[in-house]
């Protein structure tokens, strides 16, 4: 594969452009500008839903710190009996199992995400069983939310704690009126933020499983009644994880629509966060991942790795890091897949100044860049499809790079079969010296059948 690559990464010369066809439409083009400054990095898509195991220590820190994980996100899902929550009264393993994620949160100084609806059981409870505020009686949710608060500040989960308060209602995870969970919105917000000892702690909601649409009435009546009930989150948060083919389901496009509606309705800005991305039915990879994460760095919004991985008793759901890590059995070590390479790469080896970036006008393919002390350095990701897309790093003078010459760049390869695959280290697929001027140097991005799950880093050095 390697010298297949390589002879295809053709040096770009005037003389020979010239004579070559650019084998990528101008759609395929995504940006890298040097002489944009966004700051340092935060990683901000090193984030995950659940995958921390709930005996402490069980997964070394090394997992956690290398890949730059600062975002959690649980509520002791998945449980069977005799542990299906607050609802069945059966809420104690699940309430350890979140006391002791939050610690290893802690430990590494992450956020965390609690899930009031895993703790009430909703995983568990069907249309038959009594649901919070029916035939208008709040009063065993109102003690569930005591004993809630009582056990936050007895163990004192403050530091980092943000309180998620139902998730995916439109999606399965509440199973009564709209109407009823607006209410419900409504009455869990003004519980944590009127009460005299937590309410600094950070509110997180709606968490809808579908992104902003204008014709989605969970989207409208909730911007609608936050804005009327003064109940508005301190993060607005939706998920990311739908079809390919969804315009609705890409970063780009629900910024945008979020902000109408926000507007529209009257509610007042505050921060967003994506506390689920990937559809794990094709974005399971790299490729995808690094898509993901570039659109995470333009717009500044942090984002939480998807989990689906369920397991007996959610045995593996809460294990993993979502899907970052696997091991066969408990006996042996656990190993890194593709994916944590890629974060591990994003997280310690971009250093510096995150560069202005635009992704490409298809949607299919976008870079991250950075530019350290040493070099500058861009990560790409093609939204798993195979083809042919183009990178244009330019402003190469703002990095105090040669405005034209010969550049040395070397790739790497964070490759992927399966999330059970390890990848040791990413593949080096060598080094191309391309001819560049103008201040600008363009490369062809290959996503081959055998690559079209990989990411690529992109290092260079002038000759
Ligand atoms: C919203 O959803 C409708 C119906 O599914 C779709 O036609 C439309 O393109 C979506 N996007 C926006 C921004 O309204
Ligand atoms: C907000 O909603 C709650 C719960 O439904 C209700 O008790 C309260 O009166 C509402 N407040 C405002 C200002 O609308
Ligand atoms: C499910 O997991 C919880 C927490 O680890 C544990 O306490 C419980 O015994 C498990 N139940 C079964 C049936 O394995
Ligand atoms: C990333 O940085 C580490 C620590 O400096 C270094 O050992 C490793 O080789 C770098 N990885 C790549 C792919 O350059």
Known sequence: MTPLYQILLMP??????????PRWVSEAVAIVDLAVNKGQ????ASGVIYGIPDEPDQIPDKFYTEAGLHWFRAGGAQMGAPNRGWSWGEMEQRWESTLSNYRTARKYGGKFQLLLHDLWGTDFTDESRMWPG?????SDYDQFLNVIIQRIIDNNMIAGMHIDIWNEPEWGFWKRPQAQWLDLFG???RRFRDDPVLGQLQIIGPSL???PNASNTWWTNFLAYVAANNTAPDHYSWHHIEALDNPDNDLQNSLVTFEKLREAAGAPKKLININEYLNLGDELNPAATVWHLSRFERYDIPGLRANWRGGDNGSHLRDFLASLLWRDDKSLPYHPNGDWQALKYYA??????????TGSSDRLFDAYATVGQDKVRVLTGVRVKTGTWALTIKNLGAAGLPSSGQMAIQTWGFTYKIPETELAAPTDRGVAV????NDEIT???????EDWKTAWAFELNPV
């Open 41 to 44: 990095p935060q990683h901000l």
């Open 209 to 211: 499983s579908l992104p």
């Open 443 to 449: 490369i062809a991005i290959y996503h081959t059948e």
């Open 134 to 138: 029916d035939n208008g009686d709040w």
């Open 12 to 21: 770009l010369t005037v003389s020979v452009a010239a004579h070559i066809v």
């Open 187 to 189: 009455r869990t917000f």
């Open 434 to 437: 391309h001819q560049y001027s």
């Open 348 to 357: 310690t080896n971009m250093t510096g100044y995150r560069a202005g970036t």
